[in-house]
């Protein structure tokens, strides 16, 4: 039985995996600009890099720690992703931007499935 919380934190995951894969479409079809070279951009990309890295270091519960350890890996590096953004050649920004999606895909799996599994 799915508890009250499980299930946000579901369906939470399930927006992730709709969001990357939005993205990653997006990206594959050209149809996405961002200002790679804007401050709010650099900013983004610090602050998720740094959330990840404080979801990877803060200490939990011994039964959530693989949960955190994917959320904190994937915010870090699609952080480091878009930091590396901002300085690769225009042709290369497409396919990074449709990696990133993958990451947020691949989380909301991940995640999921650690969510889903019995105790």
């Not at 804007?38 to 270091?57: A, E, N, Q, T």
């Not at 300085?87 to 990451?103: D, K, Q, S, T, Y």
């Amino acid at each position: 039985m799915l508890t009250p919380e499980r299930l946000l934190r579901i369906m939470i995951e399930l927006i992730f995996v709709l969001l990357g894969g939005l993205v990653a479409w997006f990206a594959l079809r050209g149809h996405i600009l961002v200002d790679r070279h804007g401050r709010m951009w650099l900013i983004l990309s610090i602050v998720l890099m740094l959330w990840g890295l404080r979801v990877l270091h803060k200490p939990g519960q011994w039964w959530v720690r693989g949960e955190s350890w994917t959320r904190g890996l994937s915010l870090a590096l699609l952080g480091a992703l878009m930091l590396a953004i901002t300085r690769v050649p225009f042709a290369w920004v497409e396919p990074m931007l449709a990696a990133g999606g993958a990451i947020l895909v691949l989380r909301g799996i991940v995640a999921s499935t650690l969510l889903l599994r019995p105790r």
